[in-house]
């Protein structure tokens, strides 16, 4: 807070704290959105303090731009100078985001149109969205704020109507170019692990199903290279596209990738053949 947002203008207000104060300034309520009965509802945040630094601060469109201008350098230049903030936006290699970015860097990810490279991250909370975009050669900074599950439809039809306006704005979306349908992999059951976190895939009537920690979140429609696409259960949203990988070694397809994240196959899991 005193190293970054206090020197930037930005009020610090906090998903969780120790005293579950209540927020300085206004804070919108995500929503939820069940497309099958056309039903909002109002959530809350779940986050445990434990979890603040992978994502606690609640933050405006405005405070993204102005956290977005470190990269530009500037009057931010004593925060970050120059050469660390290009390392920053420099490509880790091996590093595969399939799904949701070209790259990964140094706490941004790399997306690319034509020959510009543009940084940014996109993030989640329970009901909430937001989308950060940076092209620092020519200064732009473009952020996008929603209070609904739904955030990812927005920010897709903003992407489109900028373009139509002269600013093309590098966003990753796989769904568009996954090939043709086919057939879920019999052999793609089972139970997959990164950490604690468990990803489960089962079949229903041919069609297969994603559990993430337990809850079933959407039915996968498979297409070419074990490619597939996620429509949310419930409101009907296209998710970012996840893949199933083979085994380096043995060849078996035993490792999923969703979210960027890759998970293994628990040995102990179930298995169709």
Do not use: K
Not at 127 to 142: D, F, K, Q
Not at 155 to 179: D, F, H, K
């Amino acid at each position: 807070e005193s190293i970054l947002l206090r020197p930037l203008g930005i009020e610090a207000t906090f998903i969780a704290t120790p005293d579950r104060r209540s927020p300085g300034r206004p804070v919108a309520t995500g929503h939820s959105y069940n497309a099958s009965i056309d039903r909002i509802r109002p959530v809350e945040q779940s986050q445990a303090l434990a979890e603040a630094p992978a994502g606690g601060l609640q933050m405006s469109d405005v405070d993204l731009v102005t956290f977005g201008s470190v990269q530009l350098g500037g009057r931010t230049t004593g925060l970050l100078p120059p050469a660390y903030a290009e390392h920053m936006r420099e490509a880790v290699p091996a590093a595969q985001p399939f799904g949701i970015a070209d790259g990964w860097g140094l706490g941004l990810a790399l997306f690319s149109t034509g020959d510009t490279i543009w940084v940014g991250h996109d993030g989640n909370a329970d009901g909430t969205a937001c989308y950060l975009r940076i092209e620092p050669v020519s200064g732009i900074v473009v952020a996008c704020t929603t209070n609904a599950i739904s955030g990812i439809g927005m920010w897709q039809e903003l992407v489109t109507e900028l373009a139509r306006a002269g600013l093309p704005i590098a966003n990753y979306s796989t769904i568009e170019g996954l090939g043709r349908r086919t057939a879920a992999p019999l052999d793609c059951v089972g139970s997959y692990v990164n950490g604690n976190l468990e990803y489960s895939v089962t079949l229903e009537d041919r069609d297969a199903l994603l559990a993430i920690g337990g809850e079933t979140v959407a039915r996968l429609a498979f297409h070419e290279d074990f490619t597939f696409a996620q429509p949310d259960l419930t409101s009907g949203q296209w998710m970012n596209a996840g893949r199933l990988l083979p085994d380096p070694i043995s060849g078996d397809l035993d490792l999923i990738q969703v979210g960027g994240r890759l998970a293994r196959r628990h040995s102990g899991g179930p298995r169709e053949s």
